[in-house]
């Protein structure tokens, strides 16, 4: 039964490449048509990724940055890239100010009525001197004017800091397509963070509880503060389900006065600095071998899983993309190169050490296209607002609209991932835009495993991405440079 699904898998694939290419009377076949369909068919038949991703989610699991874990992942990796055929395979490497070891957290409400909540631990959460108890204050301030209002009210307290946001009691699906987001602050928000971590510190706030806003009992792992990377969080924090945070804010609605119980145990810093690591690899340009096209995803993960769909699937995506386009012994204009990032899950630190250690290059840097929005089918690419690129790259893309189906192009903004650090600098940083399917379930969550992946939409990714590098690098010119972001 399963060599049949995959064999349908694959047939569909196949007949989706073939079909999808043939010419209406009259129509002149793009330039770069042949080689497409070489990479599209070389992908759809003889594709590792999903060997590559059960090695890299079941043997060598959970990948937090700083770990020995996500070393051996940038090993593995690297040793991959080589098996490829690759060129200047290497471990760049970058320094966090101290590694960290999860612990456990025990959460329960002794006031009004004894209640234990399903909680873990914040990333890089320091511990409490033991159990504490204090009075549960929710305290509502995005600015630091608001907080000090709270000035003298927080000693010994246990704090929230937000309401649980709206849960949704079954799938929607939307009527219309979806309107891009507002873009949102990250920089005053991270600022903000410091002030009110700071703040709480003065005051005496002995923990935080943060809603993991998803359903279920899932858990959405972030850090303890984002104000603070890779150092000990100045107040110890607590992720709760979203059911027991919702318990938590009903009762705290009352009026009665609350009071919790706190307790993180066993979470481990290093004694100081630790280098962590990106994986890079490059096919080397034939004419134009200082001109690169990139090719992104981030190699760690959160640790209460294996990072399979944030963001496993994304680096079996890179690693199928160079395998297919060396195994082809294609010899592209521009040199492609591969990048595995760390230190994404904590604040993009990883690309943020890249483009810093690489900003003597940067003008070279043609386009980056990352893939991190777990196992869904790329729907197309989000060009982040750069329209001087639009008409050149939906000419250079056509291929993949007329082959695979992939839609036309779109010029929203999608934020949290790689290519934001890129686009900041002035280079043009592009994101695959993915149907969801589980990502937003699964991600960061206790349930993000192999067993989530869908087989023939992360070939179609890898089948997006390496169309695209190459194509890209066969360009006359390199793209047009957005403006630099402040």
């Not at 590559?52 to 937090?64: C, E, F, H, K, S």
């Amino acid at each position: 039964m399963k060599r049949i699904t995959r064999l349908s898998g694959f047939l569909f694939l196949l007949i989706a490449v073939l079909v999808g290419s043939q010419l209406l009377p009259g129509q002149q076949e793009h330039p770069l048509a042949g080689v497409d369909r070489r990479i599209l068919v070389e992908i759809a038949e003889n594709s590792e990724q999903m060997e590559n991703l059960r090695y890299l989610t079941d043997r060598i699991g959970a990948r937090l940055t700083g770990t020995e874990a996500l070393k051996r992942a940038n090993e593995w990796t690297a040793q991959r890239f080589r098996d490829y055929g690759l060129s200047n395979v290497r471990l760049e490497a970058w320094p966090i100010e101290h590694s960290w070891r999860r612990g456990t957290a025990r959460v329960r409400v002794v006031a009004p009525e004894e209640e234990w909540l399903a909680a873990e631990v914040g990333g890089w959460s320091p511990n409490t001197p033991g159990p504490v108890r204090g009075p549960l204050v929710y305290v509502k301030a995005e600015t630091k004017e608001e907080l000090e209002a709270y000035r003298g009210k927080l000693g010994g307290a246990i704090v929230i800091t937000s309401e649980p946001r709206p849960r949704k009691r079954k799938e929607e699906r939307p009527l219309r397509p979806r309107e891009p987001e507002p873009r949102r602050d990250f920089a005053a928000r991270i600022q903000f963070a410091r002030v009110r971590d700071d703040f709480f510190q003065e005051e005496g706030v002995q923990g935080i509880l943060r809603d993991s806003d998803k359903n279920f009992g899932l858990f959405n792992m972030s850090v303890a503060s984002f104000g603070h990377p890779y150092q000990p969080a100045p107040i110890p924090v607590a992720f709760l389900t979203p059911e027991s945070y919702d318990l938590l804010w009903r009762l705290a609605q009352d009026g009665q006065g609350v009071e919790v119980e706190l307790e993180i145990s066993g979470c481990e810093f290093s004694d100081g600095p630790v280098e962590v690591y990106n994986t890079v690899a490059e096919i080397p340009g034939s004419e134009k071998p200082d001109e690169v096209v990139l090719l992104g995803a981030h190699l760690d993960s959160w640790d209460l899983a294996t990072g399979a769909t944030d963001n496993g699937t994304g680096v079996s995506v890179v690693l199928e993309a160079a395998r297919a386009l060396s195994q082809l012994g294609l010899k592209p204009k521009r040199t492609i190169r591969f990048v595995l990032f760390s230190g994404e899950e904590q604040g993009l630190h990883g690309a943020r050490a890249y483009v810093e250690a690489h900003k003597d290059e940067l003008e070279r840097i043609s386009a980056v296209l990352v893939h991190d929005a777990g196992t869904g089918r790329v729907e197309t690419i989000a060009l982040q607002g750069n329209a001087q690129a639009y008409d050149i790259l939906r000419e250079l893309l056509a291929p993949l609209r007329q082959m695979i189906g992939v839609a036309d192009l779109s010029l929203r903004t999608l934020g949290g991932s790689d290519h934001a650090p890129f686009n900041r600098a002035g280079v043009p940083a592009f994101f695959c835009q993915q149907e969801r399917a589980t990502y937003r379930q699964t991600h960061h969550s206790q349930v993000d495993t192999f067993d989530k992946v869908i087989r023939e939409d992360l070939l179609n990714g890898a089948q997006v991405m390496a169309v695209f590098a190459y194509n890209v690098a066969q360009a006359e010119a390199m793209l047009p440079r957005p403006p630099k972001k402040e």
